[in-house]
């Protein structure tokens, strides 16, 4: 094999009675010593033989003499420099597999030096074709951040004493990233981000492939100088038999990212679902029917292609209050609605019944006496303090806190506490200094509630202080 070493050998027909000189001779291209001793009562000696690279596969000869006989052995010089097969381009982020092949078949193990002129690239030291094999592969690894050492055409080079070759790349942007968030109500509904290791080149474009079917464009073009790409989308899964994972891969290249995505079944008969409410205690107001916004029914599952219904009721129910119903829409989980309920006279424990024929659930709900009225003089002076009177619709089983609210009337207390069992509560309160009307504003902020609330209003005319 051209380009190596090995060994050769002479030996004599007998043990010679003192040292016997063997001269060696050899064609173009072979290197080897001009003789080799044979040593007394030795029958054989060994010398290196070395090879050059020729130009194309051919044969040598080397010759050995000894007194009148002589001796030949031919043997082919095979050409065996290396050659790298490498992809014409590759992106950063990334890994691409390379071979290295031989001109011949190794006679012994051939050890090829691989190196590189860019910092971006990685790769082994060494790689070793074995013996009765012409080729080895390895991997290139391309880092997606800046090296101290770039080149204009990144090379990878293999150098061996049967020769050296090497072989440029191009190196297009990869992808750094992907991420993804849900989007609203809509169950299966993500927004996806991603970003480059460098600007895209002109029409490049991210290819996608997920393991669920959805409406995710198999192709993504990129416009020439952008590496940010933020909230696109929204893009939706198709219901699948049971929850799985998605597997959305995003490939560029040879840079490709897998982003594991979850994806909820549709809502069948049975599944199950919850009724949630801002307001633990809400509150009757004086009339016969009324709406307790604020109340949530949300699904195990998404509602399916033809949304779903449910039956809103309460337990007991109100004059003036039926059956409701609430409506889902299609890929939703989730939908607010307000139960019909009526007026108390003291503390009552109710219950909101949501059902879809199948599954029933129960809220339990406080009603509380609405606040019915506040009185106050008809009149009076300006700048003068007067008493007033709240008036609720029943009797409470707590202390309930009244607040003034927005108010031109300056009470002397900017809120009061109403004690259990009272339906009437007294309070103070300043005019002001000028002026002929007045408002005065009392709120029944409810127990943990933000969204339920039992105010009234007094309008009353003011005299001219003295």
């Known amino acids: ?35 080799v001793i044979v040593g007394r009562d030795k029958q054989s000696a060994t010398f290196r033989v070395t090879t050059s690279i020729p130009s194309t596969t051919g044969t040598s000869t080397v010759t050995a003499r000894h007194g009148g006989q002589q001796k030949s052995r031919t043997f082919t010089r095979a050409r065996c420099v ?63 951040k800046e090296a101290s050492s770039t080149a204009a055409s990144p090379t990878v080079k293999v150098s061996s004493a049967v020769g050296s070759a090497s072989r440029s790349l191009v190196l297009d942007p990869g992808i750094a990233g992907v991420t993804f968030s849900a989007d609203g109500w809509a169950a299966n509904t993500y927004r996806f981000s ?35 790409y933020q909230s696109q989308g929204p893009w939706r899964f198709e219901s699948p038999d049971e929850d799985t994972v998605a597997r959305v891969t995003f490939t560029l290249g040879t840079s490709s990212v897998t982003v594991q995505v979850p994806v909820k079944r549709d809502f069948r008969s049975g599944d199950d679902f919850s009724i949630a409410t801002p307001p633990v205690t809400a509150v009757s107001p004086p009339t016969e029917a009324w709406k307790a916004s604020g109340f949530r029914i949300k699904l195990d599952h998404q509602a399916g292609p033809a949304g779903k219904q449910l039956s809103v009721t309460t337990e007991p129910s109100f004059p003036g209050c039926g059956v409701e119903t609430v409506d889902i829409p299609a890929g939703h989980t989730a939908a607010d609605f307000a139960p019909c ?101 009392a709120i029944t902020p409810q127990e943990r509630s933000e969204s339920v609330w039992s105010n009234t209003t007094q309008i009353m005319r003011l005299t001219p202080g003295s």
């Open 194 to 228: 991603f970003s480059l290791t460098g600007q895209a080149l002109d029409g490049s474009a991210i290819k996608i492939a997920s393991t669920v079917a959805s409406d995710i464009p198999a192709t993504f073009p990129l416009a020439k100088g952008f590496w940010l």
């Open 341 to 441: 309920v009526g007026s108390v006279g003291t503390t009552a424990e109710v219950a909101v019944v949501v059902t879809d024929g199948v599954v029933t659930r129960r809220l339990p709900v406080t009603l509380e006496p609405a606040l019915i009225g506040i009185e106050l003089p008809a009149e009076v002076a300006a700048g003068q303090f007067a008493t007033g009177q709240l008036r609720f619709a029943g009797p409470s089983d707590h202390d309930r806190i009244v607040t003034f609210f927005e108010s031109v009337l300056v009470p002397e207390e900017a809120s009061i506490v109403v004690p259990s069992g009272a339906t009437t509560m007294e309070f103070s309160f300043a005019a002001p200094d000028s002026g002929s009307l007045a408002r005065l504003e």
């Open 82 to 144: 290396p050659t790298i097969n490498l992809p014409t381009r590759a992106n950063a982020a990334s890994t691409i597999n390379g071979s290295i092949v031989l001109g011949c078949v190794a006679v012994s193990p051939v050890v090829l030096k691989l190196s590189t002129n860019d910092g971006r690239l990685s790769v082994p030291a060494t790689v070793t074709v074995p013996a009765k094999s012409r080729s080895v592969g390895f991997a290139v690894k391309i880092s997606a």
């Open 1 to 35: 094999m051209g380009g190596t070493s090995a060994v050769g050998k002479v030996t004599l027909t007998c043990l010679p009675a003192s040292a016997k000189t063997v001269w060696l001779r050899a064609s173009s291209g072979v290197g080897m010593p001009s003789s």
